[in-house]
């Protein structure tokens, strides 16, 4: 099992920044992929950025490439998501979540994580 929790939400003007936390508890979760997917009101949950645990690979939505950044502190077993430039559509709730297999390549379908954090609510004001 694989516990995630998120803090770091809020909300702040378009072109700001913000960094969201996620700490990872549990059996192998260096092993995992870890990642980040969001949930706008009236929107499906889409995929935001993942990076797998024990190398460092990464991958990034289209929508926030250039703009955030994850990464993660083995000393902290945490994963962040740096974001800047930050606009309006960036508005959703963001969940953290691990994969459910082991050193697997990186991902970013939804199926495959199967461990999910109870999100927190990212606002922008244009």
């Known amino acids: 099992q694989v516990q995630l929790v998120e803090s770091g939400g809020g909300l702040v003007q378009a072109g700001g920044a913000l960094r969201l936390s996620c700490i990872a508890s549990g059996r192998a979760f260096t092993a995992a992929t870890m990642g980040w997917f969001r949930q706008a009101p009236g929107k499906e949950r889409e995929f935001v950025a993942a990076i797998i645990w024990h190398n460092d690979t990464t991958v990034y939505a289209d929508s926030v490439k250039g703009r955030f950044t994850i990464s993660r502190d083995n000393a902290k077993n945490t994963v962040y998501l740096q974001m800047s430039s930050l606009k309006p559509e960036d508005t959703a709730v963001y969940y953290c979540?691990?994969?459910?297999?082991?050193?697997?390549?990186?991902?970013?379908?939804?199926?495959?994580?199967?461990?999910w954090g109870q999100g927190t609510q990212v606002t922008i004001s244009s």
């Open positions: 979540a691990a994969t459910s297999h082991f050193y697997g390549p990186i991902t970013k379908r939804e199926y495959e994580y199967g461990y």
